[in-house]
């Protein structure tokens, strides 16, 4: 140690052991400032492939969307309005998203303003294809006050869209069961 001491004050930084030393000292930092970069490099690699992997699936996911038909008024298909009776009005269910709807129940509180009544309407329903519709109910004036529409996509997972009326407004709420 004396010896090394004596070295360093005799011939200064340029000795040759403690230049290796330096050299060493400097590697291994070096080293573990690499090693820091590659795992926060592949912490965000790991965060990104899974956020893809949730973009995809909330890309394929369905939507269902409860839609008054009436047989004058379009976004209907007109090969469904022809069915709709001329003074009355239809509940459609569409499918509104990018993936199939399987397990469909729907449930809603139809109030019939004519015969001053209200009623309690649940169906399950069958598959809907992207961009279809389907019939819930034809009534002369009916006015749905809640609806719940509870499905599942081809992969398993549960979604529930909430439609509630308020002064004539509908207001929808979608869930992730």
């Not at 230049?19 to 400097?26: M, P, V």
């Not at 369905?62 to 038909?69: E, G, M, Q, T």
């Not at 003074?87 to 139809?110: E, F, H, M, P, R």
């Not at 006050?145 to 549960?158: F, P, Q, V, W």
């Amino acid at each position: 140690m004396t010896r090394s001491l004596y070295s360093l004050l005799n011939n200064g930084i340029h000795d040759p052991a403690w230049a290796q030393a330096y050299s060493s000292f400097l590697l291994v930092g070096l080293t573990l400032i690499t090693l820091a970069v590659l795992c926060v490099y592949a912490w965000d690699t790991h965060k990104l492939a899974k956020s893809s992997i949730e973009q995809v699936k909330n890309a394929q996911m369905p939507f269902l969307a409860l839609v008054k038909i009436k047989r004058d008024n379009p976004p209907a298909p007109m090969q469904l309005r022809a069915f709709v009776p001329p003074t009355s009005l239809a509940w459609a269910v569409q499918n509104q998203g990018n993936a199939a709807a399987v397990n469909i129940i729907v449930k809603c509180n139809i109030d019939d303003e004519a015969a001053k009544e209200s009623s309690v309407f649940s169906e399950g329903l069958n598959p809907i294809a992207v961009g279809a519709w389907t019939f819930v109910s034809v009534y002369p004036v009916a006015h749905i006050t809640n609806c719940t529409i509870e499905y599942s996509s081809l992969d398993g997972r549960k979604f529930r869209t909430d439609i509630s009326t308020v002064d004539d407004e509908h207001h929808l709420e979608f869930h992730r069961l």
